[in-house]
């Protein structure tokens, strides 16, 4: 496929974080493809931040604070809260931390970012902010490897809430310093502003955006 494919109103291109794929666009594609069945919509799901003009897409969906300020940029959820998470088995034989500094005695599951840095985790309670480089010895850019590891009890891991949500309610992580969180931005749909914005795009946003209550 040509890598500069220019979508148009019966077509669009996005380019799309994996957490994004799976939090906003599994729901909403069933949606979209229903209301406007004629409508080609490609999806390329990539963690690696993109010049979404230059490689021909007609928008893309990624953390509010981490889009060019050129570009439009439209929320498509609330602000959207971090926790760290652990099995129970890893906790009671690691023992709970109760501050956000005890995670370094713990293993913990590091992240790297689509930039390539590795990313220090954060925490508030009110107006207290904390900002900890943990230690341990696996390191991911894929929030699924993460998560699977805390649940075999590799360690402690750090995620959006609404993915380790259902691993929760089942009992089978449990949210370290439940006192301590971060809210952080929301995912938002960009685009270039010198484009016009195709109709299926516009489309998406609003499905999207309903879906989460914007």
């Known amino acids: 496929m040509n890598g500069h494919y220019q979508g148009g109103a019966g077509s669009i291109r996005i380019n799309v974080l994996k957490d994004a794929a799976v939090l906003l666009l599994r729901p909403a594609i069933p949606v979209f493809q229903q209301r406007f069945p004629n409508v080609e919509l490609e999806v390329a799901v990539d963690d690696q931040f993109v010049d979404v003009t ?57 992240i790297r970012t689509g930039r390539g840095q590795i990313y220090k985790w954060e925490f508030e309670r009110g ?7 943990v230690p341990g010895a696996l390191i991911s ?23 380790a949500s259902p691993y929760v309610s089942a009992g089978r992580l ?15 749909m960009y685009y270039s502003s010198r484009r016009q914005l195709p109709f ?13 209550g914007v």
Not at 174 to 188: D, Q, R
């Open 200 to 212: 299926g795009v516009d489309a998406l946003i609003k499905i999207v955006r309903g879906l989460n």
């Open 54 to 110: 230059a490689d021909g897409f007609d928008a893309g969906i990624r953390y509010s604070g981490t889009i060019p300020e050129d570009m439009i940029a439209v929320p498509l959820t609330p602000p959207l809260k971090w926790v760290a998470v652990a099995a129970p088995d890893y906790l009671r034989s690691h023992g709970r931390p109760v501050m956000p500094e005890d995670l370094n005695s713990h293993r913990c599951i590091r």
């Open 127 to 133: 107006d207290d902010r904390r900002e900890i480089d």
């Open 174 to 188: 449990e949210v370290v310093l439940p006192k301590w969180a971060s809210i952080g931005p929301p995912f938002s």
């Open 141 to 163: 850019g894929e929030t699924d490897l993460a998560i699977n590891a805390a649940l075999e009890g590799a360690g402690v891991s750090y995620c959006l809430e609404r993915l």
